[in-house]
């Protein structure tokens, strides 16, 4: 099975990125941080913290996460209820950064995402794919971009809505995010040794779906 890893900070573009990159290849799109978002929905859901390991551990055993994809959409199933929305509130973002940084959790998580690239080609994106999940992927790439260019993106994502936060607030909860993905203790975010590292600060978004094609199908020989 051919396996592509993506990494890169939070904001990066890599979910819809990953997504058009899996369409054009016929590849499964794994967005592995919805994997932590579920626990992390979980958790608050038990009304517990999901940053103390004597609350989250304990439920473990009682969460049962399920991946489906529909015409090559992630769906994700927490004990049978689809939670794919429900994932994306602000409050689960949090969440899943907490529990994100239990070592039992990610050991939860691991064998569900490498079965998953046992079984198909995939665009697996995340934050350790390259560095531990798949360490042999037959491609990785790091998808960065400048927190503002990143934060920017955000804000225009989030520009038609009601509620939509100052740019600033949005600059601010990335570069907390980028500071607590890089450094916790285990599976810190960073780029694998092996992997092409993708600037995006000044690209669109179509630009960087057609380099990484290219450098996909060179690399694959298609
Ligand atoms: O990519 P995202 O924003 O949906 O990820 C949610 C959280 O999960 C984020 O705080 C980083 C964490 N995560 C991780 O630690 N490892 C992954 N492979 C994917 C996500």
Redesign the pocket.
């Known amino acids: 099975m051919i396996s592509i890893a993506i990494d890169g900070p939070?904001g990066a573009g890599?979910?819809s990125i990953c997504t058009r990159l899996a369409q054009e290849l016929h590849y499964l799109h794994i967005?592995?941080?919805?994997l932590?978002?579920a626990v992390g929905l979980a958790v608050l859901r038990q009304n517990k913290n999901p940053a103390d390991p004597t609350d989250v551990l304990p439920l473990l055993q009682h969460i049962h996460i399920d991946l489906r994809f529909e015409a090559g959409e992630q769906r994700i199933l927490l004990n049978g209820e689809d939670v794919s929305e429900a994932i994306r509130l602000p409050e689960a973002?949090a969440a899943?950064?907490a529990v994100?940084a239990l070592p039992e959790v990610r050991a939860y998580l691991l064998e569900q995402q490498r079965s998953l690239a046992r079984q198909y080609n995939v665009i697996m994106d995340?934050?350790?794919?390259g560095t531990v999940?798949l360490p042999q992927a037959t491609i990785k790439i790091y998808l960065t971009a400048a927190p503002e260019e990143r934060a920017r993106r955000r804000y225009l994502e989030l520009s038609a809505k009601p509620d939509c936060p100052p740019m600033d607030e949005i600059l601010q909860d990335i570069i907390k995010?980028d500071e607590?993905?890089r450094n916790r203790a285990v599976?810190p975010l960073r780029q694998a040794e092996d992997a092409v590292l993708v600037d995006t600060t000044q690209m669109d978004q179509q630009q960087v779906i057609d380099h990484l094609l290219g450098l996909c199908r060179e690399r694959l020989g298609l």
């Open positions: 939070a890599k979910s967005d592995t941080g919805a932590y978002r973002s899943a950064s994100s995340g934050r350790d794919i999940v995010r607590a993905d599976s």
